[in-house]
C-alpha cells in the first residue's frame, strides 16, 4: 500500500451503520464533534462514520456529508442530516491537533462482475412486498427498472437488518453477494412481519428489527 492510496479522514464512531446513499439525522451534542461537524460544514467536506461497540471500533465505514443543518441550539449542540457516499477501511488513527478522530483509510470499490439480473429483480419485488406490510405505505416502493447500479444499498437501509448484519453488508465487495443476503433475509423475514406486533417493532425501529426472547 503506497501513501499516495491513504486518505485522511476525520472519524465520527457510532453505535450506526451508515450506506452509501442513505440519509441519517444525527443530534450532535459532545463538544468535540460539534466541531468537526462546524468544520466539515465550513470547508464542505466529507467525515467518517464506523460502527462503534464495546470499545471496540469496525475498521469499515461510510464516508457522511452533511446535508442540513435542521436546528442549532443555545447551548451548541446541533440536529443534523447527513448523506452517506463511499466505503472505506480504516488503515490506523493518527495524531492530530484535533479535539476528534481523525484516521488514515483506503477507498473500498466493488470487485468487477456481471450483474445477476434475476437476483437484482428479486431481491426488489422482495423489498417491495417488504417496506408494504412493516411500512403501510410511508416507505416509497423501488421500481424493478430503476439503473441504480448498487441498488442493495437502497435496499438494505429498510430491510430490518441486525446491526451486525447491516455491518457486514456494508464491508461486502459484490453487489451480487448483497444482493443475495438480501433474498435470503427477505425469504425468512415475510413471514414473521406478519403479527402487528412485529410490524409496530419493525417501523418503531426504522428498519432494524431487534432480537425478542419470543421470537421464534
Same mark, same amino acid.
Given at each position: ?6 486518505? +485522511? %479522514?476525520? !472519524? ?10 442513505? =440519509? ?15 468544520? @466539515? ?20 465505514? @461510510?464516508?457522511? %456529508? ?23 477501511? !480504516? ?10 478522530? *481523525? ?26 412486498? #417488504? ?13 424493478? =427498472? ?10 438494505? +437501509?429498510?430491510?430490518? !437488518? ?6 457486514? #453488508? ?21 413471514? %414473521? ?5 412485529? *410490524? ?17
Amino acid at each position: 500500500m503506497s501513501a499516495s492510496t491513504l486518505r +485522511q %479522514l476525520p !472519524l465520527f464512531p457510532l453505535k450506526v451503520v451508515l450506506f452509501p446513499g442513505s =440519509a441519517l439525522p444525527l443530534h450532535i451534542f459532545e463538544e468535540r464533534y460539534r466541531t468537526l461537524v462546524r468544520e @466539515c460544514i465550513e470547508g464542505q467536506m466529507e467525515f467518517g462514520i464506523n460502527f462503534f461497540e464495546d470499545d471496540k471500533i469496525d475498521p469499515v465505514g @461510510c464516508t457522511a %456529508l452533511v446535508k442540513d443543518v435542521l436546528k442549532e441550539y443555545d447551548d451548541g449542540r446541533l440536529d443534523i442530516s447527513v448523506e452517506g457516499r463511499s466505503r472505506y477501511t !480504516l488503515v490506523r488513527t493518527i495524531e492530530s491537533d484535533s479535539p476528534y478522530f *481523525v484516521g488514515e483509510v483506503v477507498m473500498l470499490d466493488d470487485k468487477p462482475e456481471k450483474i445477476n439480473y434475476g437476483s437484482r429483480r428479486r431481491a426488489i419485488e422482495f423489498y417491495n412486498r #417488504f417496506v408494504e406490510v412493516a411500512f403501510r405505505g410511508t416507505v416509497p416502493q423501488v421500481n424493478v =427498472a430503476t439503473s441504480d447500479t448498487r441498488v442493495s444499498f437502497l435496499l438494505v +437501509q429498510k430491510a430490518g !437488518l441486525e446491526l451486525k448484519d447491516r455491518q457486514k #453488508f456494508l464491508g461486502m465487495d459484490s453487489e451480487n453477494e448483497r444482493l443475495n443476503l438480501l433474498n435470503r433475509h427477505f425469504e425468512s423475514m415475510l413471514p %414473521l412481519i406478519s403479527t402487528r406486533e412485529k *410490524v409496530e417493532r419493525l417501523v418503531v425501529n426504522d428498519g432494524y428489527l431487534p432480537p425478542s426472547k419470543s421470537s421464534p
